[in-house]
Structures are given as structure tokens and as C-alpha cells.
């Protein structure tokens, strides 16, 4: 099935430093979420966004709606042994439908 | 609001069997969503109702799927004659505007 570009793939971070993720797709979209996934469980929502150009904040996690609308961000601030896990975007196209598409993920392990 | 519920978390089922999953989504919400993911992948949709309607599958939904929602209320997701291809998380989402909620997830693995 189709899925959108995540960037990067995995990231081994020390506790503390900041992280930074993108997705990135082919078509406009209108609508951008941000989950969370732990092992054996389903996603949690972090974020959402709909307005190009937007940049929301959940405690310490930024999301921003990419200008061009084909894009978007994730930013966690001074990361922490609880943020481990896998990231992943979905997007909602313009087309008129309320189907969404998830990224392929980044898997974030934190180092003590 | 209890959030959305998933029954069975786990299921083991031999090849050739039908397995049934059911889905009770937050109370209210109108639309529902059945996703698919399999080990290291995003979830792949599957197919969604707004209310009772079915108003989207994917092609990934082949003729051993079928899903329904008889009263815009839960749902159930049918798989008859299961593969061993067809072993994955079986996950339900439901929202009301744009923001999807998930439940736990069915682990299916066919043996």
C-alpha cells in the first residue's frame, strides 16, 4: 500500500539532545498527524495540523504543517528515556476523502 | 470516554480458517477506520465508514475481507479463509472531526 517518506529511518540519540523527523509526500494534503507507537500497542496521537505554515507544541514535541503542504515536521526537545519508540505522519489529501496515509516511521532509542 | 476498544487483542489461527475482529469505537464518533501493519511498516488502510456507510476500501481489502458496521456503532472486520500472509496488527481508529484515535489492535498470526 502507499506510504509517505519518513526521514530518518532510526535515530540513536543521547538523553538529552534534541531530535528532529520529517515526512515528506508527493501530494498536497490538509491534514497532518503525529503518533507515537509503542510495541504491541496501537498508535497515540502527539499532534495535529491544518494550516501550511502552522507550528503547534505538545509539551516538549513542535510540529509544523510544511509551507508547500507536502511536508512536515517533528521536533522533540531535550529527549528522555520515555520517548523511545516509533514516530509516524499521516496525511489527509485534498481529494475529498477522509482516508489517511501513514509514513514508514522513525524508530528514536534514547541512551542513557 | 473509555477510548477505542479492540476485541480480541490476539488471535492464533490455522490457515484456511475464518477469524472475526470486532471494534467499539470512542462513543459518538462518526467515522471508523481499519488499518493493517505488518513488522516495521505504518499502518496501511484498510477501509473506513462514516456512520453505517462503507465509503472507501483499499485494494489491499481482496474478496476474503469483509467489514461492516450494522448500526454506525462498532465494527467488525471478517477475514474468511486466512493465509499466513494475512498475519499483522489489525488496528481500529474512530474520530468525529480530523484527529483519529486508536485502539490497541487485534494481533492476528495464522499458523
Known amino acids: 500500500g502507499q506510504q509517505l517518506n519518513q526521514s530518518p529511518q532510526s535515530m540513536f540519540i543521547q538523553e538529552g539532545e534534541d531530535v528532529s523527523m520529517n515526512c515528506t509526500s508527493s501530494?498536497?494534503?490538509?491534514?497532518w498527524l503525529w503518533y507515537k507507537q509503542d510495541p504491541g500497542e496501537g498508535p497515540v496521537l502527539l499532534i495535529a495540523?491544518?494550516?501550511?505554515?502552522e507550528l503547534t507544541s505538545n509539551g516538549r514535541l513542535t510540529a509544523q504543517f510544511g509551507i508547500t503542504r507536502k511536508d512536515s515536521f517533528l521536533n522533540i526537545s531535550a529527549s528522555i528515556p520515555s520517548d523511545v519508540g516509533i514516530y509516524f505522519c499521516?496525511?489527509?489529501?485534498?481529494?475529498?476523502?477522509?482516508?489517511?496515509?501513514f509514513g514508514t516511521g522513525t524508530r528514536l532509542k534514547v541512551l542513557a | 470516554d473509555t477510548g477505542v476498544s479492540q476485541d480480541p487483542r490476539h488471535k492464533i489461527t490455522k490457515r484456511g480458517q475464518n477469524v472475526t475482529f470486532r471494534c467499539d469505537p470512542i462513543s459518538e464518533h462518526n467515522r471508523l477506520y481499519w488499518y493493517r501493519q505488518t513488522l516495521g511498516q505504518g499502518p496501511e488502510f484498510l477501509t473506513y465508514f462514516q456512520n453505517e456507510a462503507q465509503l472507501e476500501k483499499s485494494r489491499l481489502l481482496s474478496d476474503r475481507f469483509s467489514a461492516e458496521r450494522p448500526k454506525g456503532s462498532f465494527s467488525t472486520l471478517e477475514i474468511q479463509r486466512t493465509e499466513q500472509g494475512d498475519s499483522a496488527m489489525y488496528l481500529c481508529?474512530?474520530?468525529?472531526?480530523?484527529?483519529?484515535?486508536f485502539g490497541p489492535g487485534t494481533r492476528l498470526t495464522v499458523t
Open positions: 501530494s498536497i494534503f490538509n491534514t
Open positions: 495540523l491544518y494550516k501550511a505554515g
Open positions: 481508529a474512530s474520530t468525529n472531526a480530523n484527529e483519529q484515535y
Open positions: 499521516a496525511g489527509r489529501t485534498t481529494s475529498g476523502t477522509y482516508k489517511y496515509i
